[in-house]
Each structure stands twice: as structure tokens, then as C-alpha cells.
Nanobody
Framework: QVQLVESGGGLVQAGGSLRLSCAASERTFTNNIMGWFRQAPGKEREFVAAISRSGINTYYADSVKGRFTVSRDNAKNTVYLQMNGLKPEDTAIYYC???????????????????WGQGTQVTVSS
């Protein structure tokens, strides 16, 4: 069982920055591909970013590419999402997720991740 706890959300003005953190409870953190997703009111949960087990490979949704950076510290069992140049349309609840299935390819659909955090609210004012 993997427990994930996000932190770092908040209210920020457009153009500002936030860094989200997601701490995992398990010793086998390095076995998991980690992803970030978000869900705005009335919308489906969507992929934001993902990072491979080693941290070498990263993947981003087109909407955040060049503004967001995903990273991980396997020694601390933590994954991060640095968000710069925030826009009002980035407003959502942000979730981190773990894919513990052992697949090689990083996946981007919510249903392909088997553990989820409780989410942290990010609100960007115009």
C-alpha cells in the first residue's frame, strides 16, 4: 500500500510560482513511476506531468510544457512539481499518483495509476 500526501498548494497571482510536493510512505518509492494530474471544477481529471523511476525521463502535457518542471528525490521518497508562469486556467486540484505496476513506459491516463494522494488546491487569480 502506497500513501501519498501532497502539499504546497495555495493562492497565487497570474505569472507567479508554486512548488508542489508529494511525499510517499513506502521504501520502494523507486519502483514507481510518478505522475501529477489536475482536475478543475466540472472537468475531467487530466494529465499534467510524469517522471520515470530514475528521474531521467520526464513528460508533460502540452498546456504546461516550458512552465512546469517535475522532479523527484528518491532518497526522500518525494516528487515535486515546480510551476512557473501560472495562469488562471491552471486553477484546479492537483493530485500526485503512483504507477506501481512495473510497466516500462510512462503512462498518462488517470486509470493507469493505482495510488493517489488527496489533492491540493491551486488557485491562480487574474
Amino acid at each position: 500500500q502506497v500513501q501519498l500526501v501532497e502539499s504546497g498548494g495555495g493562492l497565487v497571482q497570474a505569472g507567479g510560482s508554486l512548488r508542489l510536493s508529494c511525499a510517499a510512505s513506502e521504501r520502494t518509492f523507486t519502483n514507481n513511476i510518478m505522475g501529477w494530474f489536475r482536475q478543475a471544477p466540472g472537468k475531467e481529471r487530466e494529465f499534467v506531468a510524469a517522471i520515470s523511476r530514475s528521474g531521467i525521463n520526464t513528460y508533460y502535457a502540452d498546456s504546461v510544457k516550458g512552465r512546469f518542471t517535475v522532479s523527484r528525490d528518491n532518497a526522500k521518497n518525494t516528487v515535486y512539481l515546480q510551476m512557473n508562469g501560472l495562469k488562471p486556467e491552471d486553477t484546479a486540484i492537483y493530485y500526485c499518483a503512483a504507477d506501481s505496476t512495473g510497466v516500462v513506459r510512462v503512462r498518462t491516463r488517470p486509470g493507469e495509476y493505482d495510488y493517489w494522494g488527496q489533492g491540493t488546491q491551486v488557485t491562480v487569480s487574474s
